[in-house]
């Protein structure tokens, strides 16, 4: 039935038949000659011109809309017209040429071909359908990039968890919370989605001029406006509200943010019955004023505080197999008090002194203050169901196999201040880039980590693991293999030793320490006449961190390749040392203690792929395929549950990740993007001294793909709808305090498929006879079904142990099911 709903879903909205409604025509130059790929628009949706100039573009009747006729190194053309229904009209355009900038448009075009990074289209962002849209949830969509929580933000790059990513915005890195254990506590991330204006995204291989992480980068600009705007965006989850304009005779620019978000449809849905209470806020603010035509002065500001109560009252979930199906219930005691507060200062300076230089002064500070207070106490008993579909008591507790109970206990607070001041510029000239920067960082952390827990089963309480040894893990149902299938019910077999609390945990961190980064980089186009163009960027970066006295210096290059083909395709090949000196979550280790002689994690990265713009059904489509090999060595072993990310604190394996990524995108359907990303990968590590060889880390998540889809009635445009698919194959995990050796399971296949539809009642190109809706630039309302087939995934395990029977059960932390939002976007 699943499979039949989503068919006919896709049947419906993919069905284009030819609108009656409709322009077309040619476009030329001065010459008479026909122009390729000129964009021809009206609103959202636009259509490029063939080879021999021609184009069709099937729009809605209306009065009043602006048809756009842009191409690089051509003066823009715009001209307004009105149409009925089903007529067509024909419009032939004629471009003059830019002569004045026509050398440096090509000079920026050809080199802008060779980038390795993946423009995000931030219409693609807006219309974006998921728990978490925005720029995150777009990014999750992109090849390489997998996430196993709809809940979540954090995204996993080519098997490196979530702290080796890089985020950059306006050039300045920016952080997050360190202590979030759940996607429900995560709250919002820094970038405000609606006051972006470019974004970039790269999965590997990437520039010196980017910091020291291993995994990926994520690099976004906000923008500068050039007029009086206002929008809001509201929603069952939040709103958001963004102002923009020009002062001081248009050399101050103003963008204020202000967001609010709600997760209480979400945690609403989850298998335990509480009082919760989710709320986060943030305000943003981005002022740039022009001093002189060579002096900018901006400022980047934001304050941010998530907030999440929650006073349990039950759990029941139901999980195993036909065979044997099991119930927990949950009854609850206590509160939950999670506070994150978040502020961020920037301001900075860019000198133009003369034309292709530019000279970049900044200064920030970032401070987190954290606490998480609970004290829970929870009875628990497992019972085994009644399957026999005869009977009157059919799926109620025919038995039961355990009763317990357990306290959760914690006063943890972090106070954290990051503060750097820093120097960058860039120097263009011809077909030669140079980049260089210096850094300076100052870090002050303050860590107070007092945790324990509990554990009663059947009147025992249960101890730490070190006084248990894992005997064996037995698997109820299992393939030829031996290998785990979905939906199994986990069990683990127990030795006692002795009693204890399960964990305890206490300890007081300060710390204080400085770091400076520096970096070069030179790029360049070589033409090679007849054979193509030539391409290279060589970077050199260092790092020096006063903890540990250890330097370490990062070269990097890159290679493209674009022959003289008729076919426009990049060949390209990367490499480079990537060193990922210690924040302060790899310095702590389970117990809370600090290791000083903590170093860098390093890792080699070789990537080569290809770059292949086409045509296909006479639209433009792109093609990016990448293999990589990372060689790790110096790495730190980590322990995930849920999104908490909990470190050894040494330097004790090394490992590697191979795979390949594929993506194509373009216009499936005329005038929006749409693509598919497929993603095959493993990640692999070897600790020091367990004997066990190779073993998979904990985000190596061997298959993903993804779908991201965009349709409109061919009648009628204003009617819209997007699809997001995402399949990707289970995480590793094990029992609690397990080892990596005693990690063999893994998580059920994550599947999910969130859809929207929307109606725009105002477009930005048209007016309309209500002068209600003309004082909007655009107005749209859409519906959001998330988790469309209502499919049940699982997160998490909860462990429970049963005393009298050496057992453990692991019982599924499931995520949300089908739910239901309501979305409103207005743009004065």
Request: contains cysteine; proline residues 3%; glycine residues 8%.
């Amino acid at each position: 039935m699943r499979l039949v709903l989503s068919a006919l879903c896709l049947l419906f909205f993919s069905f284009n038949s030819l609108a009656q409604t409709q322009i077309f025509g040619t476009v030329t130059d001065e010459n008479g000659k026909a122009i390729d790929g000129v964009k021809v628009s009206v609103g959202d949706y636009y259509t490029l011109t063939d080879e021999d100039g021609s184009y069709e573009l099937d729009l809605s009747p209306g009065n009043g809309m602006l048809v756009a006729f842009l191409n690089y190194g051509y003066e823009p053309d715009t001209l307004s017209i009105s149409l009925e229904k089903n007529e067509k009209r024909k419009i032939d355009r004629q471009l003059l040429l830019m002569s004045n900038l026509l050398i440096g448009v090509d000079i920026v075009d050809r080199k802008g071909r060779f980038d390795n990074q993946i423009d995000v289209d931030l219409k693609s962002i807006e219309n974006f359908v998921g728990p978490n849209s925005g720029v995150e949830g777009i990014i999750k969509t992109l090849p390489g990039v997998s996430s196993y929580s709809e809940l979540s933000s954090q995204y996993s790059v080519r098997g490196g968890n979530f702290d080796e990513n890089l985020v950059y915005v306006n050039g300045i890195e920016v952080y997050r919370p360190f202590l979030v254990r759940n996607g429900q506590q995560e709250g919002m991330s820094f970038v405000n989605s609606a006051m972006v204006s470019n974004v970039k995204f790269s999965a590997g291989g990437f520039e010196a001029r980017y910091g020291d992480k291993m995994a990926s980068v994520l690099d976004i600009t906000y923008r500068k406006p050039t007029e009086f705007g206002l929008s809001l965006e509201g929603s069952l989850l939040g709103g958001n509200l963004v102002y923009e304009d020009r002062f001081a005779k248009d050399r101050m620019s103003v963008l204020v943010g202000a967001r609010y978000r709600t997760n209480q449809l979400l945690v609403g849905s989850l298998d335990t019955e509480a009082d919760f209470l989710p709320q986060f806020t943030d305000l943003q603010a981005y002022l740039a004023y022009d001093l002189t035509d060579e002096w900018e002065l901006n400022f980047l500001g934001n304050y941010s505080r998530n907030l999440y109560q929650v006073i349990p009252s039950s759990r029941t979930t139901d999980f195993g197999t036909i065979q044997e199906s099991l119930r927990l219930n949950v009854f609850f005691d206590g509160r939950e008090d999670y506070d994150f507060t978040t502020r961020f200062a920037a301001i900075g300076a860019k000198y133009r002194p003369q034309k292709g230089l530019q000279l970049n002064f900044q200064s920030s500070v970032f401070q987190t203050t954290e606490q998480e207070y609970f004290d829970v106490i929870g009875a628990y008993r497992l019972g085994e169901l009644n399957t026999n579909l005869g009977s009157d008591q059919f799926g109620e507790i025919s038995f039961t196999r355990s009763i317990g109970g357990f306290q959760n206990y914690a006063r943890n607070y972090l106070d954290a201040i990051v503060a750097n001041i820093s120097h960058n510029g860039i120097y263009d000239k011809d077909e030669v880039t140079w980049r260089w920067g210096v850094k300076f960082q100052m870090e002050d952390i303050i860590d107070r980590y007092k945790e324990w827990e509990r554990i009663d089963s059947a009147g025992f309480n249960v101890p730490n693991g070190s006084g248990f040894t894992y005997d064996s893990l037995i698997v109820t149902r299992a393939d030829d293999l031996g290998n785990p299938l979905a939906g199994n019910v986990y069990t683990s077999v127990l030795e006692e030793e002795e009693l204890a609390l399960f964990e305890s945990f206490a300890s007081k961190v300060s710390l204080n320490s400085f770091r400076v980064t520096a970096f070069a980089e030179r790029s360049e186009i070589i033409p090679l006449d007849s054979a193509g163009d030539l391409f290279y960027n060589l970077g050199i970066r260092t790092h020096y961190w006063t903890f540990n006295q250890q330097n370490v210096i990062s070269p990097r290059a890159s290679l493209s390749y674009k022959p003289a083909w008729e076919s426009d395709m990049v060949f390209r090949l990367s490499a480079g040392l990537y060193y990922q000196p210690p924040f302060y979550r790899e310095m702590r280790n389970l117990e809370g203690g600090v290791n000083e002689d903590i170093e860098a994690q390093r890792s080699i990265h070789f990537v080569l792929g290809n770059d292949y713009n086409l045509k296909i059904w006479n639209r433009p489509f792109k093609m990016v395929t990448e293999i990589y090999y990372k060689d790790f060595a110096q790495l730190i072993p980590y322990d995930m549950d849920n999104v908490r990310i909990r470190y050894r604190a040494e330097n004790n394996a090394r490992g590697y990740a191979t795979g390949i990524d594929y993506r194509i995108n373009g216009e499936f359907v005329p005038g929006i993007d749409s693509w598919a990303s497929l993603s095959v990968m493993t990640i692999r590590e070897d600790i020091e001294g367990d004997n066990a060889g190779f073993l998979a880390r904990p985000t190596d998540q061997r298959l993903n793909f993804k779908i991201f889809f965009q349709d409109y009635l061919p009648n009628d445009p204003s009617f819209r709808v997007s699809l997001t698919l995402a399949y990707g194959t289970g995480l590793p995990f094990g029992p609690p305090q397990a080892t990596a050796a005693e990690r063999v399971f893994r998580l059920p296949d994550y599947r999910r498929v969130d859809i929207g539809f929307s109606k725009v009642l105002k477009s930005e190109s048209k007016k309309y006879d209500s002068k209600f809706l003309n004082q909007f630039r655009s107005l749209w309302i859409g519906v959001e079904v998330f988790n469309l087939l209502d499919i049940t995934n699982t997160i998490s395990y909860l462990w429970v142990k049963d005393i009298s029977t050496a057992r453990e059960y692991a019982v599924p932390n499931y995520l949300t099911p089908r739910l239901l939002n309501v979305k409103l976007v207005a743009k004065i």
